[in-house]
């Protein structure tokens, strides 16, 4: 029969429920900085699952591209990746003169090493699919259900805040499973660190637990800001709910100091604020 292998790379959760080997593999750091991967399970005819989320992308890649390649040189029948967060997707579109589209990049390179990619709710906001820009067949995974039911569990009487236009997509499904109401507030970007939020009128939810919800939480500035928007119109402390903890340095205690309650976050990317487990997905 043939058996599933699987190799979870750089930390990754989130496989629990899939059914497979776990790989017997070592990844060799040398003293000049490269790297060399060694997999001692046998791979002949095997179907190969690489488990990689790909935040902090670019030291991960080369290591990733190393163990795809490795394994089939050791005779494994495919080769796929499954990235619980998949990087380079909020490059989509030229946004200064002389720049590159960065998430056609990225996906051409994953594509020319795995043979299928699965992940979790990507940053899709120009590009609609993945397949408009991966060439293998690329799965996009939602973790809204696993998030209403947290939300449904916890909250007592919650109102869903997205605190820009992309976010509507999933927060107007979340509020849906949850049947809570929701509001969507515009972003203007100033730069990498610099948001603006701006709110419609609103009036009516000052005894609601407001849950602001984005896909990813970086510098957490979206998040900051929003949340001292809620406080200026006199709502509760918010809770703030990220699918993707990629938090830079700093970020997750800055956000603390905000008008929050509670930092919650899905285990795509390990961190102290995962509290929703999204391995069911798989
Ligand atoms: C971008 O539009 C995303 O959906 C997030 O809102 C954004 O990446 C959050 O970044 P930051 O935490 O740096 O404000």
């Known amino acids: 029969m043939n058996q599933k292998v699987i190799l979870p790379l750089f930390n990754t959760e989130c496989f629990t429920n899939i059914q497979g080997v776990i790989a017997q593999f070592e990844l060799h750091h040398y003293p ?21 989320s790909l935040n902090d992308p670019n030291p991960k890649m080369l290591p990733l591209i190393f163990a795809a390649q490795t394994a089939r040189d050791l005779g494994a029948k495919s080769v796929g990746l499954i990235a619980p967060y998949l990087a380079y997707m909020r490059q989509d579109k030229v946004f200064h003169p002389g720049e590159g589209i960065t998430s056609k990049y990225f996906a051409s390179i994953i594509s ?59 927060v107007s499904e979340v509020a849906q499973q949850v049947g809570a109401p929701y509001l969507v507030f515009n972003k203007i970007r100033h730069g990498d660190r610099e948001v603006e939020i701006v709110l419609p009128e609103m009036s009516g939810f000052q005894h609601h637990t407001p849950v602001i919800l984005d896909d990813i939480i970086s510098s957490g500035m979206t998040m900051v800001e929003t949340a001292n928007q809620l406080k200026k119109h006199g709502l509760q402390k918010a809770v703030c709910l990220g699918v993707h903890a990629l938090f830079e340095p700093g970020a997750y205690e800055k956000l603390s100091q905000a008008w929050v309650q509670d930092i919650v976050t899905c285990n795509t990317i390990k961190h102290r604020s995962n509290a929703i487990d999204i391995s069911v997905l798989f």
């Open 32 to 52: 000049d900085g490269e790297s060399l991967v060694r997999i001692e399970t046998p791979l002949e005819d095997k179907e190969l699952i690489i488990v990689c």
């Open 112 to 170: 020319e090493h795995v043979d299928w990619l699965k992940t979790v709710d990507p940053h899709l906001h120009r590009w609609h699919d993945l397949n408009e820009i991966y060439s293998i067949p690329a799965e996009a995974l939602h973790a809204t259900q696993p998030i209403a039911q947290w939300i449904a569990r916890e909250l007592k009487n919650p109102i869903l805040i997205g605190p820009d236009a992309e976010s509507k997509q999933w």
